[in-house]
C-alpha cells in the first residue's frame, strides 16, 4: 500500500497541468509580526511568465528574482525549512547559452543573491525540486538535458555546504522531470523514462560530511519501481 502511494503521489506531481495564466510574480508573504506564512507561485502556461512583476508583493525586497522573466529562466520550486522556519528556491537560471540550477533563501528580511549548486559547462541543467529532511538538510534533484538525460541530487546539510551526490538515474536511462519527497532517513526518487516513472529509494549518508570523499546516497535496496507514462508536463523552459 506504501509503495503504491508513492506511486500515485508521484505521478500526480508529475503530471501537474496549469490551465490560462494568472497574476505573475513570486514573493513571500509575511504576518504583521514578520514570520512567513506563504509563498506565492503562480501557474502558467510559459515558465518565465511566472516572473513577471505585477505588484503583487507589498514590498520589492518580498520578490524573488525580479530579473527572472527578462533572462528566460525557468519555474522555481520552493520550500520550508524545518529548523529556521524559512522558505528556500531553487530554479533553472539562464546564464550564457545556457541553465544551471541557482538557489536563494528568504533571510527574514530579503531574499539572498542567487548562488550556483550547479556549474555545467554547455549542459543545461533543468526542471529543479527541492525538499527538506526535519533535521534541516535540503535535497535538490533535476535533470539534464544530455542526449542521454540524467536525473542528478545535490544536498545541502543545515549550517554546511552544497555536495553533489552524482546521477540518480541509470546508466544509458533517458530520465527526466524528477520530483523528491525526504522521508525519515529516506530519500524518495520519482522522474519519467521511457519506460515509464521509475521511484527509487535511497539513504544518504551523510556522517562524513566535510570529512574526505564526497559522499554518495547509498541504495536502500528497494529497487526502481515502474509506473504507467504519466502525461507530459508543460514544457520546462520557453
Known sequence: MSRLSNTLAFAAVLSLGVVGLTRAEVWVELDGSGHVIATHVPPSKGANRVWRTTGAAPAASLVLNAEGAARGDGRPDIAIDPVSGLPRAVWAMRMGGGFDIVTSTFDGRAWTEPIPVTGSFGV?????????????LAAVTWWTKTPVS????????????WHYLGTMSQPGEKAKVPAISLEGDLTILAYRTTLGL?????????????????PFPRDSGNGPTTGDEPPAPPPSNP
Open 198 to 214: 521509475i521511484i527509487t529509494k535511497h539513504t544518504i549518508v551523510d556522517t562524513d560530511f566535510g570529512d574526505g570523499p564526497t
Open 150 to 161: 540524467t536525473v542528478q541530487l545535490a544536498v545541502l546539510p543545515h549550517g554546511g555546504a
Open 124 to 136: 543545461d541543467d533543468l526542471d529543479p525540486r527541492i525538499a527538506f529532511r526535519a533535521d534541516g
